[in-house]
């Protein structure tokens, strides 16, 4: 939370507040346009807008918003289960720590965080851990389970975990986000990413559209401040990679490519 403290203040401080988001641009009270790179940590990985947003309003607009049973939380396992590729118990958690420790319980060695465009076989995974690329979920986590795990944990005498309660808006924009996951998994390839090798691989190391930085953590900061004078926003914390903006015109990044960081 700290580093998203400080990359909002040093935001703040240059530009204004954000008032609008579109794609992957922020648009500021200073009319400027940031371009995102930072996008929520992956939760903005699709773009800040899009049918996930569409259906969340519709939902929203019915009045649905109480802590009542719904049809849409229900949706959330098979639309995980078809992101996966297989036939899993899938559990809702309010936080980081407690998905994590939910994984853990049922499979300390073979629990992983889920990646899009990894190539990682998450069939061979027990448990995987997801977070929504839906930028409205910052505290929902998903779990899923392999079935059979799930079974043998039950029959050892553990107990169901219990779904943690989320709004039917929330439930229904995260659903469609995870389908849309699906058809951009299929849509976007490398070709879509190495376009912006030519500046970004100055700085960061690529896989697929994550980047992680070759700069040293001890001058990553003033790499943020810099980046933001180009009017770019990358992530905050050395430990979560920025993410390449899809479909951007590689004219964001000429400031960051006329003015080069000098450690």
């Given at each position: 939370?700290?580093?998203?403290?400080?990359?909002?203040?040093?935001?703040?401080?240059?530009?204004?507040?954000?008032?609008?988001?579109?794609?992957?641009?922020?648009?500021?009270r200073?009319?400027?346009?940031?371009?995102?790179?930072?996008?929520?940590?992956g939760?903005?990985?699709?773009?800040?807008?899009?049918?996930?947003?569409?259906?969340f309003?519709?939902?929203?607009?019915?009045?649905?918003?109480?802590?009542?049973?719904?049809?849409?939380?229900?949706?959330?396992?098979?639309?995980?289960?078809?992101?996966l590729?297989?036939a899993?118990?899938?559990?809702?958690?309010?936080?980081?720590?407690?998905?994590?420790?939910?994984?853990?319980?049922?499979?300390?060695?073979?629990?992983?965080?889920?990646?899009a465009?990894?190539?990682?076989?998450?069939?061979?995974?027990?448990?995987?851990?997801?977070?929504?690329?839906?930028?409205?979920?910052?505290?929902?986590?998903?779990?899923?389970?392999?079935?059979?795990?799930?079974?043998?944990?039950?029959?050892?005498?553990?107990?169901?975990?219990?779904?943690a309660?989320?709004?039917?808006?929330?439930?229904?924009?995260?659903?469609?986000?995870?389908?849309?996951?699906?058809?951009?998994?299929?849509?976007?390839?490398?070709?879509?990413?190495?376009?912006?090798?030519?500046?970004?691989t100055?700085?960061?190391?690529?896989?697929?559209?994550?980047?992680?930085?070759?700069?040293?953590?001890?001058?990553?900061?003033?790499?943020?401040?810099?980046?933001?004078?180009?009017?770019?926003v990358?992530?905050?914390?050395?430990?979560?990679?920025?993410?390449?903006?899809?479909?951007?015109?590689?004219?964001?990044?000429t400031?960051?490519?006329?003015?080069?960081?000098?450690?």
């Open positions: 939370m700290a580093a998203v403290d400080f990359l909002a203040a040093e935001m703040t401080q240059r530009y204004g507040t954000v008032q609008r988001a579109r794609g992957y641009f922020l648009y500021t200073k009319g400027v346009r940031l371009t995102d790179l930072y996008q929520e940590g939760r903005a990985i699709l773009g800040w807008r899009g049918t996930s947003f569409t259906v309003k519709n939902v929203m607009n019915r009045g649905v918003t109480g802590s009542f049973d719904t049809d849409y939380t229900p949706r959330i396992a098979k639309a995980v289960c078809a992101l590729g297989d899993r118990n899938v559990f809702i958690c309010d936080s980081d720590s407690s998905a994590h420790a939910l994984a853990l319980a049922f499979s300390p060695e073979r629990t992983s965080l889920w990646q465009w990894s190539s990682r076989d998450w069939h061979a995974a027990d448990c995987v851990v997801i977070a929504p690329p839906f930028p409205w979920a910052s505290s929902v986590y998903l779990v899923a389970v392999q079935n059979n795990v799930y079974e043998t944990a039950l029959a050892s005498g553990c107990a169901a975990p219990q779904n309660r989320i709004a039917a808006p929330l439930a229904a924009g995260i659903v469609r986000s995870l389908y849309n996951m699906i058809a951009a998994l299929q849509e976007r390839t490398e070709k879509d990413w190495f376009l912006y090798d030519t500046v970004l100055n700085y960061w190391m690529r896989t697929g559209p994550y980047l992680h930085p070759k700069i040293a953590e001890s001058a990553y900061a003033d790499f943020v401040r810099h980046c933001l004078d180009c009017a770019l990358i992530s905050p914390d050395y430990t979560v990679p920025s993410i390449v903006p899809f479909g951007v015109d590689k004219g964001v990044f400031k960051l490519k006329n003015a080069p960081f000098k450690v």
